[in-house]
């Protein structure tokens, strides 16, 4: 028997015959223990070994094994031999070798080759090729012939004689193209004028540095300071507001002319506003402390020690219902994983120690004994022991 390395899924067969007389076949078997060895390793017990009873009338006796466990080969390997025990209290032990190999080619299409030896490859690295599909290493030959592209010193040398499908002028061996469209958008005809450009096209930002600078320091200029421009009304500027008295009081929210009469009238309301705030302190009555800001500034204080203490409170559970009950908490801690050895919880535990030390058991006499959960309805240990009561494997069902 021969099985590619890493497969999971391939079963062997074997012939179970009574212990006693090594040829009665035996049927209905299980608890079988399997040991397995790999290329001369150490003999372990298989897992969870699925063993299958093919047919009792039929194939009477005959059982197949499951080879799942420790199937891959070392890297450095082409083949390993893989040797397999069975054994079971009621049959003679069994023994089967098989090679666990590596394929020289996976799973996948297979390579079409034609009668002059040509292969038909569909893709390379994963990915699926067509005809015009060129490596990043193909090289392409220089030439002038139809087809083929003069490539002197790796340069690429085109002789262009359309644009955009159109025959073009080539005056002074130089190619003349008509461009009406600029970024997309057509130049206006004519003239250069504001319509020309868009709105913010032209901003001094626009400008290389001190451009700008640079025109007004050669250009004849008309505005000079002291001449064209001057800060007085009437002269070289206009286009200014004269404001009369009035006018200038309306512009600064004079209602007279008389700012006494303004003064005054603010003084009555000052009297106003102090009234009201003698009412707000009548309301608040006398602080406790020096004064109103300093009864701020304790509870200020407190807000603060009480801060501290609720900063360290967790952000969960968020209120009160999110606050586990003792069932809750216990639950928790029965099922938490790996809370006893890895792979096994609390409630498990309980459940394997209590069949072990209540459950009912058969078997003690044996090549195996099995222990019974506390309400009767399962195998919760089924131990493989020798004619000492020694261990020698153990299957549990915690769950």
């Keep these: 028997m021969r099985i590619p390395s890493g497969k999971t899924d391939q079963a062997i067969y074997f012939v179970a015959v009574d212990s006693t007389d090594l040829k009665t076949r035996k049927t209905g078997l299980s608890s079988f223990t399997v040991y397995r060895s790999r290329n001369g390793g150490t003999a372990t ?40 025990h069975i054994t079971q209290a009621s049959m003679a032990p069994v023994s089967r070798v098989i090679e666990l190999f590596r394929r ?7 390579a079409l080759v034609d009668a002059n030896g040509r292969v038909d490859v ?50 002074s061996g130089r190619p003349e193209v008509n461009t009406t469209h600029a970024a997309g958008t057509a130049w206006n005809s004519g003239a250069i004028t504001a319509n020309t450009f868009a709105a913010g096209a032209i901003t001094a930002a626009k400008f290389a540095a001190n451009a700008l ?7 004849t200029r008309l505005l000079t300071a002291g001449t064209n421009i001057v800060l007085a009304k009437g002269t070289g500027v206009t286009g200014f507001n004269d404001l009369d008295a009035a006018g200038v009081r309306g512009a600064v929210g004079l209602a007279s002319a008389n700012l006494d009469t303004q003064l005054s009238t603010l003084s009555g309301n000052d009297t106003t506003i102090n ?79 209590s069949a072990a030390l209540l459950g009912k058991a058969n078997g003690l006499g044996t090549g195996t004994a099995i222990f019974r959960d506390t309400n009767d309805t399962k195998d919760r240990i089924n131990a493989s022991v020798d004619q000492d009561g020694n261990r020698l494997a153990v299957i549990l069902d915690p769950n």
């Excluded at 093919?54 to 390993?80: C, F």
């Excluded at 020289?104 to 297979?110: I, Q, R, Y």
């Excluded at 030439?143 to 359309?162: E, K, Y």
């Excluded at 608040?284 to 004064?291: E, H, Q, Y």
């Design 213 to 219: 600078d640079a025109v007004w320091s050669t250009t």
């Design 104 to 110: 020289d080619t996976t799973s996948g299409t297979t």
């Design 275 to 353: 009234n009201n705030v003698l009412a707000v302190n009548t309301k608040l009555g006398a602080p406790a402390g020096a004064s109103v800001s300093a009864d701020i500034a304790a509870i200020k204080s407190d807000t603060g020690a009480i801060k501290a203490k609720t900063d360290n409170l967790p952000a969960a559970p968020a209120a009160v219902g999110d606050i586990p009950t003792a069932n809750q908490n216990a639950d928790a801690l029965l099922d938490r994983a790996s809370g006893i050895e890895a792979g096994m919880t609390p409630r498990q535990g309980f459940r394997l120690w």
């Design 45 to 84: 017990v298989y897992t969870t070994p699925t063993i299958t009873e093919l047919s009792a009338a039929n194939m009477p006796g005959v059982y197949s094994l499951l080879i799942d466990e420790d199937t891959t080969i070392a890297s450095t390997s082409d083949a390993e031999e893989y040797c397999v």
């Design 122 to 171: 569909i893709k390379i690295a994963g990915t699926t090729q067509t005809a015009r599909d060129l490596g990043a290493s193909v090289l392409l030959s220089s030439g002038t012939g139809t087809g083929q592209v003069s490539l002197a010193a790796g340069i690429a040398a085109v002789n262009v004689t359309q644009f955009g499908g159109a025959a073009g002028t080539f005056a």
